[in-house]
């Protein structure tokens, strides 16, 4: 990491830190957004909030008489998942429960997603993009991102009878071949929606400053959390990486800007980003997708395969892979943006790197809730086999050869 890099990563360390500091310091004067359980929970604190930050002009303000915290549990790795009943005043403007997302209390976990801006993404995400995407997400009434802090008030999935949501388990035993498909498809119309626009456009829908590799903030950030996860990582899984992936992963960040290059050069689509099983759900004959906190520009393939080694065991995925790739490139072409199947075999080899990557950085910098714990080991087991299966380190020799010639 170059010293301009690592100068960059310490500002905006520090400018988050400032923002920490200063909503600690406006919880005194009543300026800062309210973010713990107990103040979001009055009827007067969501109240005020919903009726402020409501995507949709509301016909009359929303007025909330109890609200009553379910007993519902929702294992996150940055936030507070609430489920709430409502009793509401005269005539009801919202349904009698809804889903509410807060961050983690923990000031380091705030720190970290501040950081890295997801909170302030998925706020602006289904503020100004969910609702022109060929699937189904998440109705949501009010969100706003301020400071360091942030809210989100939705539906709650579990009242619809035609949702099917999937939890760890789910991740663990894996989906059937049958909703995999499904999976491929809605990615695939996802990633035509809008698809081979230029930087323009782009812009207008989700700007460049959001981006986790890209954005002038985000890249130093991604290049020193890359490089400084895999330490960590290994000391908290001792031997569960093996020497040869080790060696692979320290020459990939060795040459982190070539491989960004590729990874975004071309047509781009817009991603999902976090693109597991559990954060697909069952919406009657379709699927929709939730926690859109790592939505970005990219090849539309990333999400494939991240859907993939992350959700399916390692045999199972080794026996049906190129098939199922496969079919993702044949549903592009049905969904009227052809790409070709040799060229996304190859970024999809790429790309693993990006999923061994991930679970690295999330496992050494322990961003992650200790519920998590089991189904991480198992995705870095997922990551290692998927790089070794594909031969990730012959793609990146044949890849760096190419480029210096």
Known sequence: MSVMDTVKMALVAARELRRLAGDALGDKTGRSMPFRPDDMTTPETLARLINTWSL????????IRSIHRQDIPSVSSNCQNLVLTLEQSGKASLPTSLFVKLPMESMVTRWF??????WRLESHFYRHVARDLPLRTPVTYATQWQGS???LVQENLHEDPTVELFTNPDMMSGPSLELVHRCLDTFARLHACHYDLNSTEREAILPLDYHPFLSPNMGPVSRALNRLGLGPCIKKRPGEIPTDVISTYKTTVKNWDALLDYWFSGPLSLLHGDSHLGNFFVSGDEMGMLDWQATHWGKGIRDVQYFLIDSLPADILADHERELVDYYVERRGVHGTAIDAQQTWQEYRSFTFHTVMTIIVSIGF?????????LMAEILSRSVAAVQRVDYAGWLEEFLVEGSS
Not at 366 to 374: H, I, P, R, S, V
């Open 149 to 151: 802090r942030f809210f």
């Open 56 to 63: 949709e002009p509301l016909h009359e303000p929303v007025h």
């Open 366 to 374: 322990g961003a992650l809730n200790k519920e998590q714990d089991t």
């Open 113 to 118: 997603f501040s950081i890295i801006n997801s």
